[in-house]
């Protein structure tokens, strides 16, 4: 099999590069570099693990018995890993099984009682329509079908959509960012590898230890056409008097409104999805490439990423890969009433 680097990889198996990283970082994959050529490459034997991987993501298994699944021999051990996941599988498809039997009864009864949405909600009804239950209904039925991977695509997508419950709605105040970015090849190592150093060598954290820690994607013409560069921006709010060595730059961010989401297991599908959950909200709207900062080397308007608990990322845990996460902020505004 050809060599594939790592945006030809993003791009066939449909993940992001920088979830590619991760699973290097968290040891799944080896990617390899070649003589005179900038960018890592992936050779067959990590994109059939990565294949793997793919797979025991969309059937729910998180990344950490992932690793142990994969790095560990034993079958014994792999089999223990699934049947727990089974038995949480079991319990949810139980418990909604049950609400869906409620809510089928709650249609009986108002198909069959006119009057019924007199007294529907009140307890004594509830307590009737759910004490009549046949409970012995509501087993899964085992289908004989052989699901197909399609199946599968579909049936992870339709769990990982976000529900109005999956979103906040936060406010960012106005505040001063001391920034990097790089471009190209591990645009976001570096960039966020600039932004740790300045926090531990400038003592930020105890001059400000409610500082808070962005970054966001942003794309430059390449010398081709249509060609784009990948590039990434990190920043940290500083006090709006503070000092920056080179190469940081000051950006002074606006503030603003935002759909928020905790990444989950380092999908960045969630991006999509936050959009998805954004363009059929019916008290809130797009507010994408609004300016809210000045940055004319990057783009402005963008999505934001937020480091979570930063303090105790950089100064308890070295910013170590296993202990970040990741708020994904996506700009808004109210909608206007028609």
Sequence with gaps: MKLQNITQVSKNY???????????????????????????????TALNRLQQIIILRKLRIPVKHIISILSNQDAVKAVEIFRENI???DSEMTTLSTIKSILLRFVEEINEKADVHLRLLTDEALVT??????????????????PTLEDLNNAHEELMRLEDKDVRIVYLPPMTMAAAYAS??????????????????????KIKPDARGFDFNFYLEGQAPGEKIHGHEAWVSVPPDMELPSPLIKREFKGGLFAAHVLREWDFQ????????????DKYESDWGSPRWEAPETGTGLGLE?????????????AEMNWLQLDLLFPIKEKKPL
Excluded at 306 to 318: P, S, V
């Design 14 to 44: 449909g993940i992001s590069t920088r979830m590619l990283r991760y699973y290097e970082q968290v040891g799944l994959i080896k990617s390899l570099r070649k003589e005179d050529y900038a960018y890592r490459v992936y050779d067959e």
């Design 270 to 281: 969630d991006w999509r999805r936050l959009k998805d959950w954004v363009d059929s909200s």
């Design 306 to 318: 937020e480091t979570l608990n930063l303090y105790h990322f950089i100064e308890t845990h070295n």
């Design 87 to 89: 038995n949480k599988i």
């Design 129 to 146: 329509v759910i004490g009549s239950l046949s409970f012995s209904d509501n087993q899964i039925k085992e289908s004989k079908e052989q």
């Design 184 to 205: 190209g090849e591990d645009c976001v190592d570096k960039a966020s590898a600039i932004i740790n150093r300045f926090i531990k060598e400038s003592g930020l954290l």
